[in-house]
């Protein structure tokens, strides 16, 4: 029943993908405007997640799932009925608060599961966040084609009220807690040191990169995520404890996150509309949104098949390997993407060879951060991985959408052939980058002594640490 309200929250990260150039028409608004339907959503779901993962570990899991479910559920509503952008985007904030569904799914699964189903549990969590990711691209062209963009949003609220009962009747409550309060000073340095720069990464098409505005609003962001940290440790009951995640293999893990979700964001984004560009363009497909979601259809068999298999892997012997395999085959079916890109059989393998690193990557990267911190830690740690999950995705779909809109044929005013090339090229960057970060994880073994005293881990998450991979 976990299951039910992930992949609720999965679908919804993509199904709006394939509707955005009908949102844009319906709504007569610009590609950089659309963009933040899918960025407005991601940076909710940052700023929330950490808060979220913190309630489940002070009130019960179980508990704030439900809350969380229901809102996501609320946001679905406004969504469908949104008659503007502004409207629109509201409902995609609300939506995307339920971000905090992930620690609190991968948290009971910790707390309940026995301790060698662990890694295959997160496993099967993550590849039905994978595989809902990728038919959220199918199921949002069939509505798009077939009825309108607003059913996207009915349909999630649908499975949202089947998954709020469901989980109430069949989801036990979690024993473990970690009493404390919220630090809402946290939460709203994380909020503004987020949103700031990626306001600037969205505008930075149109304003120009080297506009002041651009460029105070990343630096002001980068400037109160330090800040943030400073607070952090001189709070008793933090937001985020800055002193674990000092941890190398959590550390190196976190980072490697972000860039993991910047590579497949900016995947999804290019794709559909790559497929939907008109033939007459020398480069698109001139698919409808229905075709251009199937395209993504292999990609999500990948997942479903590589992220169990990466979960048993890495129970065995450690989520390091499964997460430098999935990031370089995630980076280099991007570069594939960006030689060659005109035809759908070639679309079909490069999106089957990056559905296969996304899975094995995802389900290796929770499993990382659990295998690192104490079971009391859990919601908050594994929050904070999928919060920079979103981050990376945040930028990866601006970043994408961006570079598509500063590359267009003044001839037809649609993209142009280089503009998709050249984010498919960033994206397999960052894809590569993820796996050159992921070869620095020490094994536990190794991990544990290295780091215990400077981070001032517990006994428990010592042990933990020092588990061999």
């Given at each position: 029943m976990l299951a039910l309200g992930v992949l609720a929250y999965a679908l919804s990260q993509t199904m709006i993908a394939p509707a955005m150039p009908d949102i844009q028409h319906s709504l007569g608004i610009t590609t950089s405007a659309v963009a933040w339907t899918l960025t407005a959503y991601l940076v909710a779901a940052s700023v929330m997640t950490a808060v979220i993962g913190r309630l489940g570990d002070m009130l019960g899991k179980k508990r704030v799932l439900v809350v969380t479910l229901i809102a996501f559920g609320v946001g679905s509503a406004i969504c469908a009925l949104a008659p503007s952008i502004g409207v629109l985007i509201v409902g995609r904030v609300v939506q995307g608060a339920a971000g905090g569904l992930f620690p609190l799914a991968f948290g009971i699964v910790r707390d309940e599961f026995p301790r060698e189903r662990v890694a295959g549990g997160i496993g099967l969590i993550s590849s039905i966040m994978g595989v809902?990711?990728?038919?959220?691209?199918?199921?949002?062209g069939l509505l798009v084609d077939h009825a309108s963009w607003h059913w996207i949003f009915w349909l999630g609220l649908a499975i949202t009220v089947v998954a709020v009962i469901a989980t109430e009747l069949l989801v036990p409550e979690s024993p473990v807690r970690a009493p404390g309060k919220i630090d809402w000073g946290g939460a709203g340095l994380l909020g503004l040191g987020l949103a700031a720069p990626l306001i600037g990464v969205s505008q930075g098409g149109s304003w120009g990169w080297g506009d002041p505005r651009t460029l105070g609003l990343i630096f002001a962001g980068l400037a109160i995520l330090v800040a943030f940290g400073a607070y952090e440790l001189r709070q008793r009951e933090?937001?985020?404890?800055?002193?674990?995640?000092?941890?190398?293999?959590?550390?190196?893990?976190?980072?490697?996150?972000?860039?993991?979700?910047?590579?497949?964001?900016?995947?999804?984004?290019?794709?559909?509309?790559?497929?939907?560009?008109?033939e007459s363009t020398g480069f698109g497909?001139?698919?409808?949104?229905?075709?251009?979601?199937?395209?993504m259809l292999p990609s999500t068999l990948m997942m479903l098949i590589s992220a169990p298999v990466s979960g048993r892997?890495?129970?065995?012997?450690?989520?390091?390997?499964?997460?430098?395999?999935?990031?370089?085959?995630?980076?280099?079916?991007?570069?594939?993407?960006?030689?060659?890109?005109?035809?759908?059989?070639?679309?079909?393998?490069?999106?089957?060879?990056?559905?296969?690193?996304?899975?094995?990557?995802?389900?290796?990267?929770p499993n990382l951060i659990?295998?690192?911190?104490?079971?009391?830690?859990?919601?908050?740690?594994?929050?904070?991985?999928?919060?920079?999950?979103?981050?990376?995705?945040?930028?990866?779909s601006q970043i994408a959408g961006?570079?598509?809109?500063?590359?267009?044929?003044?001839?037809?005013?649609?993209?142009?052939?280089?503009?998709?090339?050249?984010?498919?090229?960033i994206a397999g960057v960052a894809g590569l980058v993820a796996g050159g970060i992921a070869v620095l994880i020490p094994r536990r073994a190794r991990a544990a002594a290295a780091e215990r005293a400077g981070a001032g881990v517990t006994s428990e998450q010592a042990a933990l640490a020092g588990a061999e991979a």
């Open positions: 809902g990711a990728g038919f959220g691209l199918v199921i949002g933090p937001l985020v404890n800055i002193r674990t995640f000092t941890l190398k293999p959590v550390l190196l893990t976190n980072v490697a996150t972000i860039f993991v979700g910047f590579a497949m964001f900016a995947g999804f984004v290019l794709v559909p509309q790559l497929a939907q560009a008109p497909l001139g698919t409808n949104a229905t075709v251009a979601g199937l395209l892997i890495g129970a065995r012997r450690g989520s390091k390997g499964p997460l430098v395999v999935g990031a370089l085959l995630s980076s280099a079916a991007l570069f594939l993407y960006a030689a060659a890109h005109g035809s759908a059989p070639l679309l079909l393998v490069w999106g089957a060879i990056q559905g296969a690193g996304i899975g094995a990557a995802f389900a290796a990267m659990i295998e690192a911190v104490p079971q009391h830690q859990t919601g908050e740690a594994t929050a904070v991985n999928t919060l920079l999950r979103n981050v990376g995705a945040s930028i990866g961006t570079i598509l809109a500063s590359h267009v044929l003044t001839s037809t005013g649609m993209s142009s052939d280089s503009g998709f090339t050249l984010a498919f090229l």
